[in-house]
């Protein structure tokens, strides 16, 4: 075909983007705003056809099974998304908490100590204030591990729309909270909501994990086509195993290397992560929410989350128990421990961040799905987590306003002070400047 052809052929619906834009659209997922708005916006979407008359449609979908029989892989789609695509959204939490452990804030004790502390408050407070909203109105503790999880994605995201000149520091602490509380979710996943384990399987798994660290972090090896077929396995093994497949993410972003490849090169980890990003914040992320937040929002909906235990303790624990968390397991740290908050912060900015915190929505959904089995209790648990994030991310989004409000008049202050001294001592506003 000419070139000119080439350049003038006609593009066809869902045909695939130019280099230019196709790095232009990765590029974006690989920010926090972008991510999160994707995010909000699939949720939105499944909340809108699970409402509609087409709800049957997103039932059906939902509910549709494919896969490999023999394997035990024949899953519904809501299944593919939280065991498998959900597993990439793992992957790069595991490896950004590798950075961090290694050359980022976590790798300095003294400097960790706080965030690691309220994020541990941040998870242990939920848990409680669902268990005791829950069993005080007749309910169970099913549930104690809903409201422990903080989204990245979501609590990034709207930190990004409003930060225009809040601290550096915020955004750290709440990022550290962040990768501590979905460590400590992979932990519950793994202890809890294991009840069989099929033990060649999880030998078989474990035996794939050291042969990806010996590939990756000893031979050296690159290529795609190496690590994909083994993660594939090492995740299908994972899954037979009976320990949750999200695991097998998280495990193998861990063993990723930090380290600089020769004098002047890349992290791998950070290359890895600048790859796989965008197909989690743009594929994996966007269709777990989709396929998990759809669920029938009515007066009755809402009258049995305000009137019924478990759901109302899982919102409550979002709304309230992460703050009080979050706010108290600081106080402690600070007050009975040589940690110490930045001096960039205020304790205005760490209440903020507490109700930051509070939106659990990706992680929240898929533990209330391995926590409860018959579809009613989990649909009023979804409504539950929805009505605690929401509430959680509208306080916090008033307060980092304000806070946003009062940096942005320092900052200006700041700038016409400046602006007064360069013009006292002759600067370039100072028109007797030309006269010396």
């Not at 690590?227 to 495990?251: D, N, Q």
């Not at 926590?371 to 209790?377: F, I, L, M, V, W």
Request: with cysteine; glycine share 10%; hydrophobic share 55%.
């Amino acid at each position: 075909m000419p070139a000119g052809n080439r350049k003038n052929r006609t593009r066809t619906f869902l045909d695939r983007l130019p280099l230019p834009e196709r790095t232009f659209v990765a590029d974006a997922l690989r920010t926090e705003t972008v991510g999160g708005m994707v995010l909000l916006a699939a949720a939105a979407v499944a909340l809108v056809w699970a409402n509609t008359p087409l709800s049957g449609a997103y039932e059906s979908v939902r509910n549709f099974h494919f896969g490999i029989e023999a394997l035990g892989l024949n899953l519904s789609v809501a299944h593919w998304t939280a065991d498998g695509l959900l597993a990439i959204f793992f992957f790069v939490a595991g490896a950004e908490l590798k950075r961090e452990l290694v050359v980022g804030k976590l790798r300095h004790p003294g400097t960790a100590l706080l965030p690691v502390v309220a994020a541990i408050s941040g998870m242990v407070v939920p848990a409680l204030v669902y268990g005791l909203v829950a069993t005080s109105m007749g309910g169970t503790w099913n549930g104690w591990a809903v409201p422990m999880a903080t989204d990245i994605a979501f609590a990034l995201g709207v930190l990004a729309v409003i930060d225009t000149h809040l601290p550096s520091a915020l955004r750290a602490f709440l990022l550290t909270l962040a990768v501590v509380d979905d460590l400590g979710a992979i932990v519950v996943i793994a202890l809890f909501y294991t009840s069989t384990i099929h033990l060649p399987a999880l030998i078989g798994a474990m035996l794939g994990l050291g042969l990806f660290f010996h590939l990756h972090d000893r031979r050296r090896v690159h290529g795609w086509y190496w690590y994909v077929p083994l993660a594939l396995a090492i995740w299908g093994l994972t899954y037979a195993s009976g320990v949750h497949a999200t695991v097998a993410g998280v495990a193998m972003g861990l063993l990723l290397r930090v380290t600089k490849d020769g004098e002047r090169g890349r992290r791998p980890a950070e290359r890895i992560l600048h790859l796989v990003r965008p197909v989690s914040a743009g594929v994996a992320v966007p269709l777990f929410a989709l396929f998990a937040a759809g669920v029938s929002v009515s007066g009755d909906t809402l009258g049995d989350v305000v009137g019924r235990a478990e759901p109302l303790g899982v919102a409550l624990g979002l709304a309230a128990g992460k703050a009080l968390g979050v706010v108290g397991g600081s106080y402690l740290a600070v007050r009975f421990t040589r940690a110490r908050l930045s001096a960039e912060l205020a304790w205005a900015d760490v209440i903020a961040v507490a109700m930051l915190a509070g939106i659990g929505f990706t992680v929240s959904l898929l533990i209330g799905e391995l926590a409860y089995s018959d579809p009613a209790d989990l649909e009023q648990i979804k409504a539950g987590i929805l009505l605690g994030s929401l509430t959680s991310a509208l306080l916090a989004c008033l307060l980092l306003k304000l806070r946003n409000n009062k940096y942005r008049r320092l900052y200006e202050a700041e700038a016409a002070d400046e602006n007064a001294d360069e013009n006292a001592d002759g600067g370039p506003g100072d028109p007797s400047a030309h006269d010396r």
